[in-house]
């Protein structure tokens, strides 16, 4: 495995050239567009690395699926899904134009920036910084790495540029689909989109959820079997925005993604995946990190469909 890693590292590394870093959260383009890493956790509790698989970067949106996890297990599946729906958009990450023109009510899914807004809203605790906490120790259970925390300089950046993001929540707030204080919830939101992590750490998540909850290293159960499949599978319809459906069809595997390079995936039964590039394709994937899963995945034969 590590040899073939090596190899997928290594075959992919000129697709860097053809995107661009994140620079609309101006601290994200201080990354170096060269850093490719990869990480495989298999069910067994083993671990594969290759390239800069060590080399720390923010989740961004990989912590949509942490704050649905969490959101659901405070408020169960049926509250959630009655105020984010579960429909793909077929629109970029941070769009605004369905908030007004359709579905009035709610945002699309839990993936979208506006729909992570709300999910993140539903987090029980009574400041922002017991929800984050939240966000925190749960991001540390399931990744079994007790060091993970917040970059605070990406925070700052991404906090004083957020204009976008507040637009949206503000928007939901004069709808109701958002309820409580805006900006209470955007500092969670931003707080929760700069947790450091590194390619283990989201191998670990998808290998988690490959194990439809449980996690690998010490059998824990984190989450129910139920609620691991309506994550993965909203991570098959949603999780890299309007790439999703090219998404499935090349590589076929459970994935979501962040613009700070990094994409979570999980095999179901099989493995969990991080991998980390953060030069990213006009979507805000990582494009050599889609091209390093799609040659794993052909590799491997890991597409689920
Ligand atoms: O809200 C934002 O714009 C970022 N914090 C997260 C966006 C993101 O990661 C989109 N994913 N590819």
Redesign the pocket.
């Known amino acids: 495995m590590r040899g073939l890693l090596e190899s997928v590292i290594e075959n992919n590394r000129g697709f860097a050239m053809d995107g661009k870093v994140a620079s609309y ?1 101006p601290l994200l383009s201080k990354a170096d567009p060269n850093h490719l890493g990869i990480c495989v956790t298999t069910l067994d509790g083993k671990e594969y690395t290759a390239g800069d698989s060590s080399v720390k970067f923010t989740m ?2 990989i912590s949509k699926v942490i704050s649905l996890m969490v959101a659901i297990l405070d408020n169960g599946t049926k509250n959630v899904f009655s105020r984010v729906g579960m429909e793909p958009t077929g629109d970029g ?2 769009s605004i134009v369905n908030l007004e023109t359709k579905n009035y009510n709610k945002p699309f899914n839990p993936m979208i ?1 506006a729909g992570a807004i709300v999910t993140s809203s539903l987090i029980e605790g009574s400041s922002a910084e017991e929800k984050i906490d939240k966000i925190l120790s749960f991001t540390r259970k399931i990744t079994g790495n007790d060091s993970i925390n917040i970059n605070e300089e990406i925070y700052l950046s ?1 906090k004083e540029t ?1 204009d ?2 507040r637009a949206l929540a503000y928007f939901m707030k004069g709808n109701k689909s958002l309820r409580g204080d805006v900006e209470e919830v955007l500092e969670v939101y ?1 707080k929760q ?1 700069s947790i450091d992590v590194c390619c283990s750490d989201i191998s670990r998540i998808g290998a988690m959820l490959a194990n439809d909850g449980v996690l690998p290293w010490s059998g824990e159960r984190v989450i129910s079997r139920e609620v691991s499949r309506i994550v993965k599978t909203i991570m098959v319809t949603c999780g890299m ?1 309007d790439e999703s459906g090219e998404f499935a069809v090349h590589i076929g595997i459970p994935s979501k ?4 390079g990094g994409i979570m995936a999980s095999v179901p039964k099989r493995m969990g995946i991080g991998v980390y590039g953060p030069s990213l394709d006009e979507k ?2 990582s494009i050599a990190g889609i091209k390093m899963l799609q040659e794993l995945s052909r590799e491997l034969d890991l597409s689920i469909f």
């Open positions: 959260i961004q949106s990450f941070n920036n991404e957020g976008r993001n931003f989109c925005y993604s962040g613009v700070g805000g994937n």
